[in-house]
């Protein structure tokens, strides 16, 4: 029986070079040791192009299903290896591709290590006709049921013929640190892991107004983040005391103006810590229309305190499509816990769908939000989720 000696681990995009490709595949590198590290008997080389993932008798399947978690791996493959020797390499082509069920097959060869003395070319057909002959396969260069790839480099040659996807996006921590607006519903957790997706760190802000809002929605949100923590191993949580704040809005402006100045008010807690905690972007889980504080005009309105970047990763994305992603990533049954939130308790009858900036700003000064403000971001309450 041919043995898989290896998984290789294909980059994403790789596109940069030099110190970035660099940073990339020792980040990359040690997210996969982490994420690898309850398989004791693994081994993790990293080498100029690719990873390798010793096996050691290890099953591959789990070990396939948790890297395909990580971000910045492009593909996966099950690699079997031998000596740069053509002999062993064509009888274990021959061993590999009897493993695997079609009916038609197509060689391809890599050959990095220059010093092999047979160019890819030939080593393609050295190699094909010893599965011509030996096997009931047919040749099929233009959609093969089995794709059998040989690479050889210095170390040694893989042979293989079992890929698998990758998540693909950056290795987490390339991509510096958002401040991420987490609410407990479905939206926020999903652009959470697509700002991680894309190499992105979060540490998350949530504004909590107690005893409007109870205790478990800060539980939810450690349960969602444990999901999370399959992609970042450890989250900071910033829970910030919102419920003056809130009070305040209710008491100076009418019902219809509450949720635009609530959320301006939480941008501007956000924008304040984002720089506090060296964040150099927030992010949200806001979807273009989705509720009237989503509007291009709210948006518009509610965006005007402050400078920093907002990415909101699911901006275009349909209910539908966001929960799917929630789904997949398993966060969809923790968000639909029911649950008060200072939004869902306030929430008026008629919320305008386009607030104006003069008005908004005009109700904002009949109170004095800047010390409610610096009042919330001294009395945050943190915990790390891990
Ligand atoms: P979600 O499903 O993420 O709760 P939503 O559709 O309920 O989103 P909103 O309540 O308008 O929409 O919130 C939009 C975004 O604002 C959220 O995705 C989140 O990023 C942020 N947000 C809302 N409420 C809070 C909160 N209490 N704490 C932190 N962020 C919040
Ligand atoms: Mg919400």
């Known amino acids: 029986m041919i043995k898989y000696d290896y998984i290789m681990v294909r980059f994403g995009e790789l596109s940069t070079k030099g110190k970035n490709k660099k940073d990339f595949i020792s980040t990359l590198y040690l997210n996969i040791k982490h994420a690898l590290k309850e398989f004791s008997d693994i081994k993790v080389e990293s080498r100029y192009d690719h990873i390798y993932i010793q096996l050691n008798d290890n099953d591959y399947e789990p070990i396939v299903s948790r890297l395909q978690d990580v971000s910045g791996i492009q593909g996966l493959s099950l690699v079997h290896k031998t000596e740069n020797d053509i002999e062993k390499i064509k009888e274990d082509s021959l061993a590999l591709i009897k493993t695997e069920t079609g009916k038609t097959f197509k060689v391809k060869c890599k050959r990095s290590n220059k010093r092999f003395p047979m160019i890819s070319d030939d080593i393609v057909r050295a190699v094909a006709p010893v599965i011509l002959r030996n096997t009931d396969l047919k040749v099929d260069v233009h959609n093969p049921d089995i794709l059998l790839q040989i690479e050889v480099r210095d170390e040694g040659t893989y042979i ?3 890929t698998f996807s990758g998540a693909g996006g950056y290795p987490l921590g390339v991509g510096g640190k958002s401040m991420h607006m987490l609410s407990g519903g479905i939206d926020s957790p999903v652009a959470a892991y697509l700002m991680m997706k894309r190499g992105v760190t979060i540490e998350c802000i949530h504004f909590a107004s107690p005893p409007y809002t109870q205790e478990a929605v800060i539980y939810k949100l450690e349960d969602l983040l444990h999901k999370l923590n399959r992609y970042q191993a450890r989250i900071r949580l910033n829970i910030v005391p919102f419920t003056k704040i809130q009070e305040a809005i209710y008491d100076n402006a009418p019902e219809s103006y509450c949720i635009t100045l609530m959320r301006r008010m939480m ?17 949200s889980g806001e979807s273009v229309g989705q509720v009237a504080s989503q509007t291009l005009q709210s948006i518009n309105v509610i965006n005007e305190v402050t400078n920093v970047p907002v990415i909101r990763p699911c901006a275009t994305m349909d209910k539908v499509e966001i929960i799917n992603l929630s789904k997949k990533i398993d966060t969809y049954e923790i968000s639909i816990r029911p649950y008060e939130d200072c939004c869902t308790i306030f929430t008026p009858k008629a919320p305008k ?7 908004a700003k005009a109700f904002e000064e ?3 939000y800047e010390s409610l403000i610096n009042d919330a971001l001294n009395n945050i309450e943190v915990k790390i989720i891990e």
């Open 160 to 162: 293989f013929t079992n």
């Open 267 to 283: 941008y501007r807690l956000a924008d304040k810590l984002s720089k506090r905690r060296k964040c150099p972007v927030i992010s």
């Open 353 to 359: 769908t386009s607030p104006r900036l003069d008005e």
């Open 366 to 368: 009949k109170f004095d």
